[in-house]
């Protein structure tokens, strides 16, 4: 049986907290997992339906811009790990409101980091395990890459866009608390995921919605950028294995070896569709729209993961054909959840099922 510890999730109503959440839930019946989220427009805590009446899960509603109600939390619960993924994480929404990025990622991450440095401060091991401060960000703080090339855990930051720059700002706390005050921290830097409970307004759940709905799929550009695409569930995996093997004040790249033009990616996904709808081939792939390119747009990510490969041993699972095709039919049979969080009925969900437990 593992130890008994109690683990603060930050942002586990969110797209891959909730799967970090789940996996640990199910994974740790010995821990205690606390999700900490103020539940934002990419919040929801319908994502976690299947595991919010389990004994050792418990969310606790809180922004990690307000120390006092962390202070309170710590306090209260004796958290011996925290798991931080709360974050605004739409480059888009960066570009026109960059004033709350800086407020949630950095402002929100140098709290955190401080509160469980003051708590933890003549406390190293609060459940009798070691504390630890795990970090999650992702590979856009390295900035953009030409045709050749992959990000490594040294390649230097050049963040270009509000929330990359955030994020980027983010991890330099981390590290500065961890040489200043010698804070305990990991850091991982991850490619793009993909799964189930993504938010409707990021490019592939947002093209399986307009797909579904003969809506026009819009492309930025000519969909010339390359992305590198994770399946969730392996980014959750990797999280498990850094957050109990990963080695103090050091970094993980995380990514798939998977990268795909945009407009390839979108061209499965018609082909995908076509055939799960029934549609002649072909149909889907008529509502593919050109549009005004993103300002700023980053060419190219792609992830050098040797090094968790060889020092912890993470692989990713699926093929990308196997993990788009499972994410598809995911949202075909969840019409109701992507209602629910684009109209708002999840807050309803909220206050009558939560509420009244
Ligand atoms: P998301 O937008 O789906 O979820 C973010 C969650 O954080 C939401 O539940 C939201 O309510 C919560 N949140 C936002 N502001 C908060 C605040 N001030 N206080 C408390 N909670 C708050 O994001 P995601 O895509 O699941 O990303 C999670 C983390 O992983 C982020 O830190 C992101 O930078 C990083 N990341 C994401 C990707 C990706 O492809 N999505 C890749 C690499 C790294
Ligand atoms: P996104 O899912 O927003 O992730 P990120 O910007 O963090 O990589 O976008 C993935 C890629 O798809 C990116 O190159 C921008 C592009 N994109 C579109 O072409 N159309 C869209 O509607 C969106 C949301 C993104």
Same mark, same amino acid.
């Given at each position: 049986?593992?130890?008994?510890?109690?683990?603060?999730?930050?942002?586990?109503?969110?797209?891959?907290?909730?799967?970090?959440?789940?996996?640990?839930?199910?994974?740790?019946?010995?821990?205690?997992?606390?999700?900490?989220?103020?539940?934002?427009?990419?919040?929801?805590?319908?994502?976690?339906?299947?595991?919010?009446?389990?004994?050792?899960?418990?969310?606790?509603?809180?922004?990690?811009?307000?120390?006092?109600?962390?202070?309170?939390?710590?306090?209260?619960?004796?958290?011996?790990g925290v798991i931080?993924?709360?974050?605004?994480?739409?480059?888009?929404?960066?570009?026109?409101?960059?004033?709350?990025?800086?407020?949630?990622?950095?402002?929100?991450?140098?709290?955190?980091?401080?509160?469980?440095?003051?708590?933890?401060?003549?406390?190293?091991?609060?459940?009798?395990?070691k504390n630890r401060f795990y970090h999650v960000s992702?590979?856009?703080?390295?900035?953009?890459?030409?045709?050749?090339?992959?990000?490594?855990e040294?390649?230097?930051?050049?963040?270009?866009?509000?929330?990359?720059?955030?994020?980027?700002?983010?991890?330099?706390?981390v590290?500065?608390?961890y040489?200043?005050?010698?804070?305990p921290v990991v850091i991982s830097n991850c490619?793009?995921?993909?799964? #189930?409970?993504? !938010?409707? *307004?990021? =490019?592939?759940?947002?093209?399986?919605?307009?797909?579904? $709905?003969?809506?026009?799929?819009?492309?930025?550009?000519?969909?010339?950028?390359?992305?590198?695409?994770?399946?969730?569930?392996?980014?959750?995996r990797a999280i498990d294995v850094i957050f109990h093997k990963g080695v103090n004040g050091e970094t993980y790249n995380i990514?798939?070896?998977?990268?795909?033009?945009?407009?390839?990616?979108?061209?499965?996904?018609?082909?995908?569709?076509?055939?799960?709808?029934?549609?002649?081939?072909?149909?889907?792939?008529?509502?593919?729209?050109?549009?005004?390119?993103?300002?700023?747009?980053?060419?190219?990510?792609?992830?050098?993961s040797?090094k968790l490969q060889r020092e912890l041993g993470w692989?990713? #699972?699926?093929? !990308?054909? *196997?993990? =788009?095709?499972?994410?598809?039919?995911?949202?075909?049979? $969840?019409?109701?959840?992507?209602?629910?969080?684009?109209?708002?009925?999840?807050?309803?969900?909220?206050?009558?099922?939560?509420?009244?437990?």
């Amino acid at each position: 049986m593992e130890t008994a510890r109690k683990i603060l999730i930050t942002g586990g109503a969110g797209f891959i907290g909730s799967h970090v959440v789940r996996l640990f839930v199910n994974s740790y019946p010995n821990y205690t997992i606390f999700n900490l989220d103020t539940l934002t427009y990419a919040g929801n805590l319908e994502n976690l339906r299947d595991v919010e009446s389990k004994p050792n899960y418990q969310f606790l509603k809180a922004d990690i811009t307000d120390a006092a109600a962390l202070e309170d939390f710590f306090a209260k619960y004796g958290f011996d790990g925290v798991i931080h993924l709360a974050a605004e994480s739409h480059v888009d929404r960066s570009i026109h409101g960059p004033t709350q990025f800086a407020q949630t990622n950095v402002i929100g991450t140098v709290n955190l980091l401080n509160v469980a440095k003051n708590y933890w401060a003549h406390n190293p091991a609060v459940n009798g395990v070691k504390n630890r401060f795990y970090h999650v960000s992702t590979d856009e703080v390295y900035g953009s890459l030409g045709d050749e090339g992959l990000f490594t855990e040294e390649t230097p930051y050049d963040p270009r866009s509000p929330y990359s720059a955030s994020k980027a700002s983010s991890d330099h706390f981390v590290r500065a608390f961890y040489h200043t005050y010698k804070l305990p921290v990991v850091i991982s830097n991850c490619s793009n995921n993909y799964g #189930s409970y993504h !938010f409707p *307004e990021k =490019l592939i759940p947002l093209a399986i919605h307009n797909i579904k $709905n003969n809506f026009p799929i819009p492309v930025y550009g000519k969909g010339e950028n390359v992305r590198d695409w994770l399946f969730v569930e392996d980014h959750a995996r990797a999280i498990d294995v850094i957050f109990h093997k990963g080695v103090n004040g050091e970094t993980y790249n995380i990514g798939g070896h998977n990268e795909w033009k945009n407009i390839d990616l979108i061209y499965l996904l018609c082909k995908i569709m076509d055939t799960k709808l029934g549609r002649p081939e072909g149909t889907s792939a008529k509502l593919i729209a050109f549009v005004k390119d993103r300002a700023g747009h980053d060419l190219r990510y792609a992830i050098n993961s040797s090094k968790l490969q060889r020092e912890l041993g993470w692989v990713p #699972s699926l093929q !990308f054909e *196997e993990g =788009l095709e499972k994410t598809v039919e995911w949202y075909l049979s $969840n019409q109701d959840w992507l209602h629910h969080v684009t109209s708002g009925d999840y807050l309803k969900y909220y206050e009558t099922q939560y509420h009244q437990r």
